[in-house]
């Protein structure tokens, strides 16, 4: 049986949300996780995990690595023709499918926390509480909440979110191949309009998911044509889909990607993850920063709220400022590779520059990763 009335009501059910479930969770607070999906389900990710976050999942019972997740310590990245370069990584990583990560974290939230699955359709703050509605018209109260909901959302329309209407040309692929490449390796090979990244995930398979703009993905008749007219003219990933055999029926597809500056409080709502901002895919960051501002919120509830009965004007003030401080840089400085990455004089350079200085790209990596999280 759901209580109505929460202290916070977390709505969705992606790693921001379920870590601030777990983090909270045995701290006699009321909380309602509501997520769209059951568990488990396939998610357009690269699924390459900075290990900056794996002190604080241990933190949290999770250790990815019992679950088969595969350690990658190198880094390749390659020319629109196929040129590489490799590097070790400064923190190094690890492969982990979402459908498996997500689940995990899920399968440990214990009975303290009810949740739903439903869509969220409304949340409005009103009298220093919010009424959330959902699509099945059930309506629950709570005196926080906090939207970790991804990348975009009905509800952000609802929530007159500026970023919602400003106009977005990209797309993401990804799927799921059998394919023989090295497990200690994350690879980002570059095409025309986009990247692609490869790597392997804990089931042996290899995660191929690329990020593309529309205006290159519409040349081609479809994924299949555009994986083999304008991808294959970079070598690294001609031989990968001439070799790999997918594992999904079809792949997986997104659109409407935006990269644009977020609030990070909206109406009283905090916004974790993608939901505050999301950073350019090739950094390989996302999920670290969606983990990682799970934990800043939830270590901030606890101090202010919980434990000296803070205001909330308070709690918003210092997570924004805590938020952007932690990310803003990281976020900069990724939209600054990509902006390079993709313009073709631009990218030309940047090739020659780090085949001739190749301690640029350990130098790059740690500028868009954050340290260890303890
Ligand atoms: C192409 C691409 C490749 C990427 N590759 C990588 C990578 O290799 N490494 C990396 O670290 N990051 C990568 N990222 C970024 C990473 O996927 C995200 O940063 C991360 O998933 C954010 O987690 P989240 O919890 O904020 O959101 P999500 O994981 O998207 O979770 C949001 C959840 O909210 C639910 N939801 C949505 N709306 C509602 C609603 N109204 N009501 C209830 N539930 C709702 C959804 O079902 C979902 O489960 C990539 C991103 C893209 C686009």
Redesign the pocket.
């Known amino acids: 049986m759901h209580r109505e009335d929460y202290d916070i009501v977390i709505?969705?059910?992606?790693?921001?949300?379920?870590c601030t479930a777990l983090h909270l969770q045995r701290h006699h607070i009321r909380i309602l996780l509501?997520?769209?999906?059951p568990y488990p389900?396939h998610?357009?990710?690269?699924?390459?995990?900075?290990n900056e976050v794996l002190p604080y999942l241990n933190d949290l019972g999770i250790d990815p690595h019992v679950h088969g997740a595969v350690p990658i310590s190198r880094f390749e990245i390659s020319t629109r023709e196929g040129e590489t370069i490799e590097s070790d990584l400064p923190l190094g990583g690890f492969g982990i499918s979402?459908y498996s990560l997500?689940k995990l974290l899920f399968d440990a939230l214990d009975s303290q926390i009810d949740v739903i699955f439903?869509?969220?359709?409304s949340i409005k703050y009103l009298n220093d509480e919010f009424i959330i509605d959902?699509q099945s018209k059930k309506h629950y109260k709570s005196r926080f909440v906090v939207g970790?909901?991804?990348?975009r959302?009905?509800?952000d329309k609802r929530l007159g979110r500026d970023f919602i209407n400003k106009r977005t040309h990209w797309m993401?692929v990804?799927a799921h191949y059998d394919f023989d490449f090295p497990e200690d390796r994350?690879a980002l090979h570059n095409f025309e309009g986009g990247y692609c990244?490869l790597?392997k995930t804990e089931t042996g398979a290899v995660n191929a998911?690329?990020?593309t703009t529309l205006r290159s993905f519409n040349k081609a008749d479809g994924i299949e044509d555009f994986q083999r007219t304008v991808m294959s003219r970079n070598k690294k990933l001609q031989n990968f889909f001439k070799h790999a055999r997918p594992l999904f029926e079809k792949p997986l597809s997104?659109s409407q990607?935006s990269f644009a500056k977020k609030s990070v409080i909206h109406n009283h709502i905090f916004m974790?993850?993608?939901?505050a901002g999301?950073?350019h895919?090739l950094?390989?960051?996302?999920?670290?920063?969606?983990i990682h501002?799970a934990k800043i919120f939830s270590e901030l509830y606890l101090s202010e709220i919980h434990i000296k009965g803070a205001n909330r004007q308070l709690l918003e003030s210092a997570y924004e400022a805590v938020w952007k401080k932690t990310f803003s840089g990281r976020l900069i400085t990724g939209a600054r590779i990509q902006r390079l990455l993709l313009n073709d004089t631009a990218s030309v350079f940047t090739y020659k520059a780090i085949s001739r200085f190749p301690s640029i790209l350990p130098y790059v990596i740690r500028k868009t990763h954050g340290t260890l999280m303890v």
């Open positions: 709505i969705g059910g992606g790693l921001a949300g379920l509501i997520e769209k999906h389900k998610k357009v990710c690269g699924e390459y995990v900075s979402r997500d439903d869509t969220a359709v959902t970790s909901y991804g990348k959302s009905l509800l993401a990804k994350v990244g790597s998911c690329y990020l997104i990607i974790l993850g993608d939901s999301l950073i895919p950094c390989g960051n996302g999920m670290a920063i969606a501002s």
